[in-house]
């Protein structure tokens, strides 16, 4: 009672909107429009899939349906019908959505926008609906849409429950005066009266108590049930149990990270991308919930992982999820994986400029601590043809400055392992990983434990620890880092070259590590990335040369955009004599 | 023909994808899906609004279709339907679209993730619907179904249109294969001996040039037409014509600007939200073209044109466009409504967090050269009670970071109006503007123009130009930053208050006047802004100190945040004596 006192109160646990990591027995973080609906098709999914792969004819040990309730914002936003499309493919039968259709949004009535006949759209996408006539009171007709809703088993249902805003209100009901705003005391005694209902304010009646309070036993019975099912489970199906036991804690395998490939300089130059496949497909072999797919991309993004199907209406127990082209839809999806069970590791893929259509997804994994793998290729101008819409210049600084979310821009092989080492450990952040279309050469210097630093030197040729100059690079472009380097080193200049493959975690070493790596002394500083050069200024100061792209890309081969825009180890060894 | 033959080569008029700033007759940046359908419903609305406003009885000088293509990607995005459900509501009968309905996406057959009933669902939006089954070789059915769909003058029209990919290609037709890869020299053989075509690359026969040739006497005559009736609507209707040919030629009225209010310090504070009507208001008076709305928050973002009624299906002439809950659908509307002519100014507004849902539409709008100008309320904690999803942190730096776009964080009424003019002036690029929900004073020494410059001092009490101490706001933390610098001052300090409104402007400034504004010699120097302090380096330098957000926000009311989270009078001063 406490906390509802203290609705919207500094660090109470009933904010504003309903958080996660705020409130216990709040699933997901919403707020932001038709992200919920979207992580309850994951949250649906997740069950789907783990009662594919773990029930036995003797024994259903995964069995629950999914409930969500969206309003008519939720509606209009495009990343619901991205979801709903899915779901509707998908086939999630367990999927019960209400839609609280009371016609009213916060600028009125949603005949000003929205006449759109929904219940008939979502038949569109697969889905089976109902329409409850009197959802203010028709506490039957709900029931009864319920249970419908439960026998249907092979479509998603929406049941379109029609209701008064703000019901009981005698001036304000059925208005958008109601939808953020207090009632006002006055209208507050007109509506008791309304509802013949003169308790005190924050009293709950013993009745209502009483009827609640069953529920209480009735979940600890149930919990009880489910515990002897699974001792039972646990004795007829002993691997399948600690499977499904390491899912539930989010316990990883122990020594799963020497899944992860190495290599050394004499290995092949690879893209990063295909690095990340070889990742992704070894971690899929050790981490029983480890799944995910691409929106639309899957060849481009090199995400499928070879040794599974894919997840489909008839095959819910593989792992290759099929997004389509539904980037924002793919992400909130993912969220909603992320959170149904700590040792479901969700991954998501698309080209690294399109985070822009599902940021607002990224922006919720972060806050709601959804550790989320974004695979994100095609990381620069490297991509090339396809031109400015699909360039990413500034999307790593645009993430760079979300909190709570880790911006891995590995350089090779051993770089994209460690990234992925990273992703995996960090549960409680989500990670994006931007990969390279074209290839690139495996560095010397580089390792796989480096990454969790963040930041590191690759190579120097100083005796201490006052080089002439430092340059670093990220990515695609500490390998032209190092070539410069060599070419100074040539002249007899000592060069370090450091990689900053993830800010975030850079930042959080000890002071001593950091200048250990970057010494206040040494202000001769460059830095080469293919992205605009804004915040570079954090690590080259205010007398370093910051080389990067501070305009739009341009359609044409790779390697003449990197000419042309100075993306070149004479650019750099020109800035360090300029100096 | 060597257009053509450059193909995807640098700065070729035929990049990847259509770019409309390098290729004539090319209206739209395209090539992120969806956008281009959105972009249409856009064009669309400008059409049926001038129509409305200009056209007469006896003279139609506004009377053009909307054709749109799209694909199955497109289809699936979240932002067409956004975009399709207010082409419905609002009854765009001239909007005709053809859906290329390949069931071919990059990861091959659609099947795998799309399988809804797309006409269904367009009907359930309020579009009119057809069927091409042959879209390969059906001209007469295409025309036909093109007549149809002029017929309906009460929809949109979505034309489904049932085609082969690579259609003649004898072994890639009908495969993922050819979406994005060139044939290969076999395959243009076969598909030359199929398709029974023996012309070399790159020839045109004459029996085509001349087909085709034909509709260059037949636009010449149709334009002869126009303008014969514009001559004639000129005559007599005068005041109508001229106000049209503003509109078209994006000329602005003479003294425009005067129209923005200015303040003194004496004038009430206020939320610079609602000092933005104030300028939407006073702009939309004066600018013929000048037409917006919001997504849902028409109240709240203060985006009302007063004099004005809803732009609806049989109000086509009003200028409040309701774009209900539909953000990223709302940005790419505004930007084609942006290019159906220069002098139609659009804006359109949302909660700032929420340039997140529109991410890719804003980039479009700064890519394509779009002037929308973008109002995004609510711009910090300062929001208060409803919490961190609703919070911005991130999105200050994540659209600074963005290239040909400004952002701009006026702190008070003069910097609000400033910055509708730098808005309105910048037809070329787009204007996000962020503003306060909360009140704030009027401060001395801003000034409308001044906002042009991005920054400058505010107030500064040392006589050269080397004050102790630059303390660096803006938006809501300047009053923050003036208030810290007096208390210095008491203590016999020099202090120099400076503006950063926006960046984008101040790093265009000659360098001589940054240095008057921000004087290297002074390293002493503090910011304040209600954001992540990541970025601020530029301007601080390595010795000074950023006072900002560097996590997600809270609920709570709106001055316990700013207190909690230390942007307040005392830090400043704290920091000050700590430099």
Chains 1, 2 share one sequence.
């Not at 109470?12 to 979207?38: C, D, I, K, M, Y």
């Not at 889905?127 to 088993?153: M, P, Q």
Request: charged fraction near 25%.
């Amino acid at each position: 009672m406490d906390d509802l006192k203290a609705f919207r109160q500094w660090r109470s646990r009933t904010p504003g909107h309903p958080e996660n990591f705020e409130t216990p027995g709040v699933e997901v973080t919403t707020g932001p429009l038709g992200q919920g609906f979207a992580n309850a098709v994951g949250l649906a999914l997740a069950e789907k899939h783990l009662a594919a792969r773990f029930n036995k004819t003797d024994l259903n040990i995964v069995d629950h349906y999914t409930y969500v309730i969206l309003g008519d914002g939720c509606q209009m936003e495009g990343v619901s019908n991205e979801a709903a499309s899915l779901a509707g493919h998908w086939g999630l039968g367990k999927l019960i959505a209400f839609y609280d259709d009371n016609h009213i949004s916060i600028d009125g009535n949603t005949d000003i926008a929205f006449t759109e006949n929904v219940s008939a759209r979502y038949e569109a996408l697969g889905w089976h609906t109902i329409w409850v006539k009197n959802g203010n009171t028709g506490y039957d007709d709900i029931r009864a849409a319920i249970k419908e809703a439960k026998r249907v088993k092979d479509k998603p249902t929406l049941i379109k429950v029609t209701t008064t805003i703000g019901f009981g209100s005698p001036n304000k009901a059925n208005t958008y005066s109601v939808h953020g705003s207090a009632l006002g005391s006055k209208e507050v005694e007109a509506t008791r009266s309304n509802l013949q209902w003169f308790h005190e304010p924050f009293h709950v009646p013993d009745e209502v108590k009483r009827h609640w309070s069953h529920h209480i036993d009735e979940g600890a019975s149930l919990e009880a049930e489910w515990n002897a099912k699974f001792a039972e489970y646990e004795k007829k199906y002993h691997q399948e149990a600690a499977e499904l036991k390491s899912i539930i804690s989010g316990e990883l395998p122990s020594r799963w990270d020497n899944a992860l490939p190495t290599y050394t300089p004499e290995s092949s130059p690879d893209a990063t991308r295909n690095l990340s496949q070889q990742c992704l497909n070894s971690l899929a072999k050790v981490i029983p919930g480890f799944l995910g797919g691409s929106a639309d991309l899957a060849t481009s993004n090199m995400t499928l992982l070879k040794m599974f199907g894919d997840f489909q209406r008839d095959t819910p127990e593989e792992r290759n999820i099929r997004f389509g082209v539904r980037e924002h839809g793919m992400g909130a999806i993912s969220n909603g994986i992320a959170v149904h069970s700590p040792g479901l590791i969700p991954y998501c893929a698309t080209f690294f400029v399109f985070t822009d259509y599902m940021r607002a997804a990224i922006r919720l994994s972060a806050l709601s601590e959804s550790g989320v793998i974004f695979v994100m290729t095609h990381d620069s101008i490297g991509l090339g043809e396809d031109g400015p819409t699909h360039q990413p210049v500034e999307q790593l600084f645009s993430l760079r400055a979300m909190p709570n979310i880790l911006m891995l821009r590995p350089a090779d092989g051993n770089e994209t392992s460690g990234a992925y080492k990273v992703a995996v450990l960090n549960r409680k952040r989500p990670s994006v990983i931007a990969l390279s279309r074209q290839k690139l050469p495996q560095l010397k210097g580089t390792s796989v434990d480096s990454v969790s630093k963040g930041g590191y030197i690759i190579s120097d040729n100083s005796s201490d620890n006052k080089p002439d100059l430092i340059v670093i690079g990220t990515g695609s472009e500490l390998e032209i880092a190092e070539k410069a380097a060599d070419e100074l080193r040539k002249e007899g200049r000592t060069v370090r070259v450091v990689s900053l493959v993830c800010w975030e975690l850079f930042e959080e070493q000890p002071e001593k590590y950091k200048e250990s790596v970057l010494p206040s002394e040494v202000t001769s500083r460059i830095s080469i990335e293919a992205g605009v050069t804004f915040g570079w200024e954090k690590y080259i100061g205010q007398k370093g040369k910051a080389i990067g792209i501070d305009s739009f890309g341009i359609s044409a081969p790779a390697g003449k955009i990197f000419k042309e825009l100075g993306l070149t180890v004479e650019n750099v060894i020109a800035a360090a004599k300029a100096l």
